[in-house]
């Protein structure tokens, strides 16, 4: 990864969340303005549900809100040891399509870390 990295952390809508978070959530700078509207969209209960699930386990479906995984070159991960790309529908006029990495470095000597990218946030209907 070079110097410059377009992830910011995507913060939890509301309050801090009561379990630490085993996976870190950034979001690209893209969307960060669509990240900051989601309570608005959504709801705050909405929002958080979907916080949680990509901040605890993104890997496995939840039974809040329909999750798949995308076919085809839409779904292929971004780097490797990624994830293939999740479709997370919070309702039908707003879905988030994201990829997960259990032990993403952003140098050869850095640290492993757990993270969840958002790589789009989309507001309008099918």
């Not at 960060?32 to 929002?47: F, K, S, Y």
């Not at 979907?50 to 809040?64: E, L, M, S, Y």
Request: hydrophobic share 30%; glycine share 8%; net charge positive.
């Amino acid at each position: 990864m070079g110097a410059y990295d377009p992830q910011v952390p995507a913060k939890r809508p509301g309050k801090s969340p009561s379990d630490a978070p085993r996976y870190r959530v950034l979001v690209h700078h893209r969307y960060l303005d669509a990240w900051n509207q989601l309570v608005t969209r959504v709801g705050l209960q909405q929002a958080q549900q979907f916080w949680d699930h990509v901040a605890q386990d993104p890997g496995n479906k939840t039974g809040i809100a329909s999750t798949s995984i995308l076919k085809g070159s839409a779904g292929r991960p971004k780097e490797r040891g990624f994830s293939r790309t999740y479709h997370y529908e919070l309702t039908s006029m707003a879905r988030i399509n994201y990829q997960f990495c259990d032990s993403y470095q952003t140098s050869e000597d850095g640290d492993p870390h757990r993270v969840v990218f958002i790589l789009t946030i989309d507001y309008t209907s099918h």
